[in-house]
């Protein structure tokens, strides 16, 4: 059971244009999203985060979206730029629970120059 | 500040023989989290270590064990080696277990 779903394996995008990922979760309990950007022989590295409280958070290129009614999240690149490509994941936790993180399965992301 | 490290980065091993990887936290972090990743399933949760305790637990065949020592550095274990155990596992610290998790650049494991 695959309680957070990204649904677009791969996504290609041009250089300065923006990228959407997308991201869907099913365990209405989730209050703590996060987004981690994999470059290839690297481990994950922490990008951004919401918390369920609130429904946007910016920093600086990057900005996370929830919806909690859809259970949606995204993730938009403005601009995107070649150094952005990477496997990008979400990861979902009830932080009212345990300390545990649901990943989804990533989203490959190629900007091309 | 050092990152998180984990040893060895590459193994090769075979069906039926056990192994032990291990993780070095961020000096001060105290939680440690193990994930698989797989193609096709992303990172799957193995354990998360708080303190030398076991918090959490992921959907993992009792095979799969850890263990964390006290100053944070913790061991991951698998005891007889299937060829789906072949994946890259990767480590992450944080300070208590919330928020945002720094990864190591994982241990990719190879079973022939």
């Known amino acids: 059971d695959q309680q957070v779903k990204q649904n677009s394996p791969s996504l290609s995008v041009q250089e300065g244009r923006i990228s959407i990922l997308n991201c869907d979760y099913t365990?209405?309990?989730?209050?703590?999203f996060l987004w981690y950007k994999k470059y290839p022989a690297e481990g994950p590295t922490f990008l951004i985060s919401?918390?369920?409280?609130?429904d946007k958070n910016e920093d600086g290129r990057f900005t996370v979206f929830l919806n909690k009614s859809a259970k949606h999240l995204s993730l938009h690149i403005v601009p995107s730029q070649p150094g952005d490509s990477a496997v990008y994941f979400c990861a979902a936790s009830a932080t009212s629970g345990t300390y545990k993180y649901i990943f989804g399965t990533g989203t490959r992301l190629k900007v091309l120059a | 500040k050092a990152g998180v490290t984990q040893t060895p980065r590459y193994l090769i091993k075979t069906r039926g023989q056990q192994v032990t990887l291990s993780c070095s936290p961020i000096?001060?972090?105290?939680?440690v989290s193990w994930y698989q990743q797989t193609p096709g399933q992303g990172l799957q949760f193995l354990f998360e270590?708080?303190?030398?305790?076991?918090?959490n637990k992921g959907n993992f065949p009792g095979r799969f064990s850890g263990r964390q020592f006290s100053n944070s550095r913790s061991e991951m274990n698998v005891s007889t080696l299937e060829l789906g155990d072949s994946a890259l596992y990767l480590c992450a610290s944080s300070p208590y277990g919330q928020g945002s998790q720094y990864f190591g650049p994982g241990t990719r494991l190879t079973v022939t």
């Open positions: 919401i918390s369920s409280i609130k």
């Open positions: 365990n209405s309990m989730f209050d703590y």
């Open positions: 000096s001060g972090h105290r939680s």
């Open positions: 270590y708080f303190s030398e305790t076991q918090r």
